[in-house]
C-alpha cells in the first residue's frame, strides 16, 4: 500500500533502526556521570549532538534535543521572548506557520503581548518586503517556517532573515519539514525541527540558538541540555535521530531530483485527469515530495477514505476531514479551494509505478464521491430553469461542505443574469469556498451577511 503522506511523518530510516538498536546496549546510562557506563553514554550523546549541528549548521553548544518539534518551537518562541523583554512584547508570525508555532502566538497574545500576523499570496509564500516592513522597535522575535507543511511553498527565508539581522530583531525558523533536503541559508538565529520529519524516531526534537541571542529558559532550570530541554536524555532515540539525518542528507541531491519530478508529474497530470480541480502551493519554489490540489464537489473526508481503500495513504487541509469543522488555516490564508483538497508526500523511495498507480485510480474515486453527494455534471450545473424571480434562497443551514456550494450550482441558472443567490449556510467552510466556485465560474461574489435564519447569508449574482 503506497504510502504518500511523508509530511506527517516518515517511516523509520534503516540506518536510524540500525543505530537505535546498536545504541540501547551503550546509551542507556545517566551521561552526567564519570564512570564508565557514564563516560559511554556521554560519547555517544556528544557525537550525535556534532553530527546534527553539522547538518543544520551552527555548533554543537548552539544544538540542543528536545522531546519533540513542537517543544522546540514553544521552547524557542518562549525562550527568546523572555530573553528579549526589555526590547518589547512584540511578535511576528507568517499566516501559514504550523499550528505549534501559531499555538505559541495565542498564549503570547493571551499574556498581554502584541503579535502580527503576516499574510502570503495565493502560492502560500509570504512577501519579504512585507515581512520586513512589520519590524517595529519593540518587536522581540519574528518566526518564519523554512517551508510549508501543507503546500510544499519554500519562504524567502533568507531574505527575512537579513531584515531581521539589520533591526536587531532574532528570527526563528521552523525547518521541520525543509531540514532533510538541507540547512537553512540566511542569518536565522534560532531554528526548530523534529526527527520523525526525515526518518529519526518519533519524539525527538531539534532547537539550536545561536550565540549573541538573549535566551531565557522557560520553566524550573535544569542542568541538562544546556538548561533547556530538562529531563533524561533519551540516548538511543537521539543517536538514531542523528545518524538518519546524516543518511537522508546524502542521499538528498539524488532524491530530490527524483520526487520533483514525481510530484511534477502529479501537478501537471491532475488537471488533465479532474474536471474542476485547483492544484495549489508555488509551482517553481516548493519541496521536492509534496504536491496538494482541492477538488470541487468533494467531501474531503470521503475522499481520503476512499483513496485508502484503494491503497494510498493521503492527507487533507478540508474542514471536512478533520475533527475541527473549520478549513485549514494554510488554506485560508492562501484563498485557495479548500473542500476535497488531497496533500500528497512522497517519501524517498516512492517507486514510479505506485505514482502511476495512483493517477490512475484518482479519476474514478473522485467520481465516485462526487456521485455519492449528488455534485452537478457540467450539464446541470445553473440548469437554466426558467427564472422565478431577482432573487434565490439556497438553505443549506446545519449541512457541511461541499453540500453549500453543491446546491449554489444547482440553483444559479434559476436566476436571471444579475439576479442574486443567497447561500444561508454555518459551515466556515464556506466563507472560503463560495468566493473560489465563484472566481472558478464567472459569477460574482458580492460579500456576505448575518442571516436573521441563523447563520451566514453569501450572495452571489449571476453574471453569464
Request: include cysteine.
Amino acid at each position: 500500500m503506497p504510502y504518500f503522506d511523508a509530511a506527517s511523518a516518515v517511516p523509520l530510516h534503516p540506518v536510524a533502526r540500525q543505530a537505535l538498536q546498536a545504541s540501547l546496549d551503550e546509551g542507556w546510562a545517566d551521561p552526567a556521570r564519570l564512570h564508565r557506563e557514564g563516560r559511554r553514554a556521554r560519547l555517544l550523546l556528544d557525537a550525535a549532538r556534532e553530527a546534527a549541528a553539522e547538518a543544520v549548521g551552527c555548533r554543537p553548544d548552539e544544538l540542543t534535543f528536545t522531546t519533540s518539534g513542537t517543544r522546540a518551537v514553544h521552547t524557542g518562541v518562549a525562550g527568546a521572548l523572555t530573553g528579549r523583554r526589555r526590547a518589547g512584547h512584540h511578535l511576528i508570525v507568517s499566516a501559514v506557520e504550523h499550528s505549534c508555532v501559531l499555538h505559541a502566538a495565542e498564549a503570547h497574545e493571551a499574556a498581554g503581548g502584541t503579535v502580527t500576523r503576516v499574510g502570503v499570496d495565493r502560492g502560500g509564500a509570504v512577501d519579504a518586503a512585507e515581512f520586513a516592513g512589520s519590524l517595529r522597535a519593540d518587536t522581540a522575535l519574528a518566526c518564519l517556517q523554512s517551508a510549508n507543511h501543507e503546500v510544499g511553498t519554500v519562504q524567502p527565508v533568507a531574505e527575512v532573515a537579513e531584515a531581521c539581522r539589520s533591526a536587531g530583531v532574532p528570527l526563528l525558523v521552523d525547518a521541520a519539514q525543509s531540514l532533510a533536503w538541507g540547512p537553512v541559508e540566511g542569518a536565522w538565529s534560532l531554528l526548530a525541527a523534529s526527527a520523525h520529519k526525515w526518518g529519526g524516531p518519533a519524539g525527538v526534537g531539534l532547537l539550536a540558538v545561536r550565540k549573541g541571542v538573549r535566551f531565557s529558559a522557560p520553566g524550573p532550570g535544569d542542568d541538562r541540555e544546556s538548561g533547556r530541554a530538562p529531563g533524561f536524555e533519551n540516548i538511543p532515540a537521539v543517536v538514531a535521530a542523528a545518524a538518519s539525518l546524516r543518511a537522508v542528507r546524502a542521499e538528498a541531491a539524488t532524491e530530490a531530483a527524483r520526487l520533483r519530478e514525481l510530484t511534477g508529474r502529479i501537478r501537471a497530470r491532475v488537471p488533465e485527469l479532474l474536471t474542476d480541480v485547483e492544484v495549489v502551493g508555488d509551482p517553481e519554489r516548493r519541496l521536492p515530495g509534496i504536491v496538494t490540489f482541492s477538488c470541487l464537489y468533494v467531501d474531503g473526508e470521503a475522499l481520503l477514505h476512499e483513496l485508502d481503500r484503494a491503497g494510498f495513504s493521503v492527507s487533507s487541509g478540508s474542514s471536512c476531514s478533520s475533527s475541527t469543522l473549520v478549513p485549514s488555516h494554510v488554506l485560508r490564508a492562501m484563498g485557495v479551494l479548500s473542500e476535497g483538497n488531497v496533500r500528497v508526500s512522497l517519501p524517498p523511495g516512492t517507486r514510479d509505478e505506485d505514482v502511476e498507480a495512483f493517477l490512475g485510480a484518482l479519476p474514478g474515486v473522485v467520481s465516485s464521491v462526487r456521485a455519492q453527494l449528488g455534485a452537478p455534471s457540467a450539464r446541470e450545473e445553473g440548469g437554466g430553469a426558467v427564472p422565478s424571480g431577482d432573487e434565490r434562497v439556497v438553505d443549506t443551514l446545519g449541512r457541511r461542505c461541499p453540500i453549500p456550494v453543491i446546491e449554489l450550482a444547482k440553483v444559479i441558472g434559476d436566476v436571471p443574469v444579475g439576479g442574486v443567490v443567497r447561500v444561508l449556510s454555518d459551515d466556515e467552510a464556506a466563507r472560503l469556498d463560495i468566493p473560489v466556485w465563484c472566481e472558478m465560474r464567472g459569477q460574482r461574489y458580492l460579500g456576505e451577511t448575518p442571516a436573521p435564519e441563523g447563520g451566514v447569508a453569501y450572495l452571489v449574482r449571476r453574471e453569464r
